[in-house]
């Protein structure tokens, strides 16, 4: 289906990249966004809202929902453009202040998904309006699109910055072996982190904890791998990150380790008695 919509000079020339990047450079951290539902089938949007929980916080990350595309910086578009959708797309896209950045989330925002050749649909969101940053999956994870949307930071920059991938591989990566033996255990490492500290600083905290793990002589001895984790955790500066270690230690360590081993309560880690 051609492209019956051209962006009117006087906005394609105010959305140049070097626009664009100046744009993000003043705003810095504080992002106003507007959402336009294309056509969806609300499960992107049910996403979204999930993203815009306290759960998930985006506002730490200078993301801000707003009312208008008058007051956006960046619009965020979701399914499939259909028929209806068109005009009210364009009104809100002419609307929005230049410059600025269009993101399309999901797979049918980003190529027209499964309704790609449907008749009531114009396929992308890139089909009509210009599109800087696309959030893929069917539909993405809250912690997908707000990094998505925290990557459009640099966006640009990875736009004008290409790189070719010659050495390229159609082999999966290698999965590393588990410290327990049971793969789930990093897995609920990770969530926990994550529940505890947010989707950025749980990633941190992971780290700080599995490398403190393998400091002990026996991972699966639990009396010495709490000897070596107090004494690890100790050693950390934030004592956000010496609280938070310890809940993962006595919440999801010792929970699977109950699972090879008959242990009590003995072998919790409590660094406010020792």
């Known amino acids: 289906m051609s492209k019956t919509y051209i962006v009117p000079d006087e906005i394609a020339l105010a959305n140049s990249v070097e626009a664009k990047l100046e744009h993000l450079k003043n705003i810095k951290g504080s992002f106003s966004v507007y959402r336009v539902d294309c056509g969806s089938c609300n499960g992107c949007e049910i996403e979204i809202f999930a993203a815009i929980t306290p759960m998930w916080d985006p506002e730490r990350f200078g993301f801000k929902l707003v009312p208008s595309p008058r007051h956006a910086d960046i619009l965020v578009c979701t399914g499939p453009l259909t028929r209806q959708m068109y005009y009210p797309l364009l009104r809100a896209y002419e609307a929005t202040p230049d410059p600025k950045v269009v993101v399309a989330i999901g797979a049918c925002g980003s190529s027209g998904g499964i309704f790609h050749d449907a008749y009531s649909v114009w396929g992308g969101i890139d089909k009509v309006i210009p599109v800087d940053v696309y959030i893929p999956g069917c539909p993405p994870h809250p912690a997908t699109i707000i990094h998505g949307l925290a990557t459009a930071?640099?966006?640009?920059?990875?736009?004008?910055?290409?790189?070719?991938?010659?050495?390229?591989?159609?082999?999966?990566?290698?999965?590393?072996?588990?410290?327990?033996?049971?793969?789930?255990?990093?897995?609920?490492?990770?969530?926990?982190?994550?529940?505890?500290?947010?989707?950025?600083?749980?990633?941190?905290?992971?780290?700080?904890?599995?490398?403190?793990?393998?400091?002990?002589?026996?991972?699966?001895?639990?009396?010495?791998?709490?000897?070596?984790?107090e004494r690890l955790v100790r050693e950390e500066e934030d004592k956000r990150y010496q609280e938070c270690m310890q809940t993962i230690h006595n919440k999801i360590y010792l929970s699977h380790m109950r699972k090879f081993q008959a242990i009590d309560d003995g072998d919790r880690m409590d660094l406010n008695n020792n």
């Open 153 to 229: 930071l640099g966006i640009l920059d990875q736009k004008l910055s290409y790189k070719m991938h010659a050495n390229g591989s159609n082999q999966s990566p290698a999965i590393q072996m588990s410290l327990l033996g049971d793969i789930l255990f990093e897995r609920d490492v990770l969530a926990e982190a994550k529940l505890l500290m947010g989707y950025l600083f749980g990633r941190k905290l992971y780290d700080k904890y599995i490398a403190a793990l393998k400091e002990s002589p026996d991972i699966k001895d639990t009396v010495k791998t709490r000897i070596a984790m």
